[in-house]
């Protein structure tokens, strides 16, 4: 169905393009760069940025088998490493060359079963290793066991071993990310030794590239937001480009005598007279109702226009009583990252949240020079 949302998302691809290289800068010439494309893109577009960059990166990350599903419809050959994958989902995954992160005895042996009845040999995967962030993983007591059901099939190969780092932005817990950098050098050599093969490794997200790439770049980082100009500290985002504008326009202006209310519930009561504009996107767009009665603000003229009162399921209202402006003029929903951040700030959330938000049926519009 063709999109004619009158609001769009802009993505820079030539944005994309610099901060790929940016954090390339921060590696060794033979250091792999994963990048991570899960919820479309961060809230951009997935297929389009993968098919950018596909040339230029060594494997994808998704989630979920359908987003790698969609990586390769859309023609994408580059490895694909699931990190969620589900049994019921097997052999989906193997049908579409999809390699699992592997991060139970539970999941590994569910998945010899279907290869095996499958006939496949040497299916690529991945075994993860918790080393800290207590959300998925084998721990090194594992090793020996699963080592021992690897080395009994022939169905499946592993291929890299991987962690995840719980604060690699935050350099107070930097004592805990070098026990489990530490940790998980040891659990790899370990886990290596019993292997008939020598898998790479990867234990960096976009913050350990910054702060721990002399430490732990291993054989392969993984980049996520970084790829659209966030570097999770202010110091480190000013040194990369803005990817996304979220732009609107003005639909319609009121002129809002002392004492009348705007907006459901009647959240905002004017104590003079003002005037507002509405904004074509609300809280179904992504726009959180958090950000409404004044929270929120986007610019309109190089000027900043509060939300004023709730944030609707399909507008917003904003406050332009001192901004000369029309109806069909241009709005900057986010404007860029430091809008984006700010935004994040005011209602104690992070960019991830407000970018992953961004509804689909927000039309995208790829821009490169």
Same mark, same amino acid.
């Given at each position: 169905?063709?999109?004619?949302?009158?609001?769009?998302?802009?993505?820079?691809?030539? &944005?994309?393009?610099?901060?790929?290289?940016?954090?390339?800068?921060?590696?060794?010439?033979?250091?792999?760069?994963?990048?991570?494309?899960?919820?479309?893109?961060?809230?951009?577009? &997935?297929?389009?940025?993968?098919?950018?960059?596909?040339?230029?990166?060594?494997?994808?990350?998704?989630?979920?088998?359908?987003?790698?599903?969609?990586?390769?419809? &859309?023609?994408?050959?580059?490895?694909?490493?699931?990190?969620?994958?589900?049994?019921?989902?097997?052999?989906?995954?193997?049908?579409?060359?999809?390699?699992?992160?592997?991060?139970?005895?539970?999941?590994?042996?569910?998945?010899?079963?279907?290869?095996?009845?499958?006939?496949?040999?040497?299916?690529?995967?991945?075994?993860?290793?918790?080393?800290?962030?207590?959300?998925? +993983?084998? @721990?090194?007591?594992?090793?020996? %066991?699963?080592?021992?059901?690897? *080395? #009994?099939?022939?169905?499946?190969?592993?291929?890299?071993?991987?962690?995840?780092?719980?604060?690699?932005?935050?350099?107070? $817990? !930097?004592?805990?990310?070098?026990?489990?950098?530490?940790?998980?050098?040891?659990?790899?050599?370990?886990?290596?030794?019993?292997?008939?093969?020598?898998?790479?490794?990867?234990?960096? *997200? =976009?913050?350990?590239?910054?702060?721990?790439? $002399?430490? &732990?770049?291993?054989?392969?980082?993984?980049?996520?937001?970084?790829?659209?100009?966030?570097?999770?500290?202010?110091?480190?985002?000013?040194?990369?480009? *803005?990817?996304? =504008?979220?732009?609107?326009v003005i639909s319609q202006i009121h002129s809002i005598e002392k004492g009348e209310t705007v907006g459901y519930n009647r959240a905002f009561k004017a104590n003079s007279t003002i005037k507002t504009a509405t904004i074509p996107?609300?809280?179904?767009?992504?726009?959180? !109702?958090?950000?409404?009665?004044?929270?929120?603000?986007?610019?309109?003229?190089?000027?900043?226009?509060?939300?004023? +009162?709730?944030?609707?399921?399909?507008?917003?209202?904003?406050?332009? #009583? %001192?901004?000369?402006?029309?109806?069909?003029? $241009? @709005?900057?929903?986010?404007?860029?990252?430091?809008?984006?951040?700010?935004?994040?700030?005011?209602?104690?959330?992070?960019?991830?949240?407000?970018?992953?938000?961004?509804?689909? !049926?927000? /039309? /995208?519009?790829?821009?490169?020079?």
């Amino acid at each position: 169905m063709e999109n004619n949302h009158v609001s769009v998302l802009e993505i820079d691809l030539n &944005a994309v393009d610099f901060n790929l290289q940016f954090f390339k800068s921060k590696l060794n010439t033979t250091t792999n760069m994963l990048v991570v494309v899960k919820a479309f893109g961060y809230g951009a577009t &997935a297929v389009e940025i993968a098919n950018h960059i596909k040339n230029k990166v060594a494997y994808f990350a998704v989630a979920y088998l359908d987003e790698g599903i969609a990586l390769r419809n &859309a023609g994408i050959k580059t490895p694909i490493l699931v990190l969620h994958p589900q049994k019921a989902n097997i052999e989906k995954l193997i049908r579409y060359n999809l390699e699992p992160n592997i991060y139970s005895i539970n999941l590994l042996t569910a998945y010899i079963e279907k290869a095996t009845a499958l006939n496949i040999k040497n299916h690529p995967i991945h075994i993860k290793f918790n080393t800290g962030l207590n959300r998925l +993983g084998f @721990v090194e007591k594992d090793i020996s %066991e699963i080592a021992k059901i690897i *080395n #009994t099939q022939t169905a499946l190969k592993v291929v890299s071993i991987f962690s995840h780092i719980a604060a690699s932005e935050d350099l107070n $817990e !930097r004592a805990f990310t070098l026990q489990q950098i530490n940790s998980f050098k040891t659990i790899a050599s370990k886990f290596t030794e019993k292997l008939p093969n020598k898998p790479f490794k990867h234990m960096l *997200n =976009t913050s350990g590239i910054i702060n721990y790439a $002399e430490e &732990a770049q291993f054989d392969m980082v993984r980049l996520g937001i970084g790829l659209l100009g966030f570097g999770n500290e202010v110091k480190h985002t000013k040194n990369l480009k *803005n990817v996304l =504008t979220l732009k609107s326009v003005i639909s319609q202006i009121h002129s809002i005598e002392k004492g009348e209310t705007v907006g459901y519930n009647r959240a905002f009561k004017a104590n003079s007279t003002i005037k507002t504009a509405t904004i074509p996107i609300g809280h179904a767009d992504g726009i959180s !109702r958090q950000l409404g009665n004044g929270k929120g603000f986007v610019y309109i003229n190089n000027k900043k226009a509060p939300i004023v +009162g709730n944030v609707c399921m399909d507008m917003i209202m904003v406050n332009v #009583t %001192e901004i000369d402006c029309f109806e069909g003029d $241009e @709005v900057l929903v986010y404007k860029n990252q430091t809008h984006i951040e700010a935004l994040a700030a005011a209602i104690n959330t992070i960019p991830y949240e407000i970018l992953t938000a961004i509804s689909q !049926r927000i /039309r /995208r519009l790829l821009k490169k020079c």
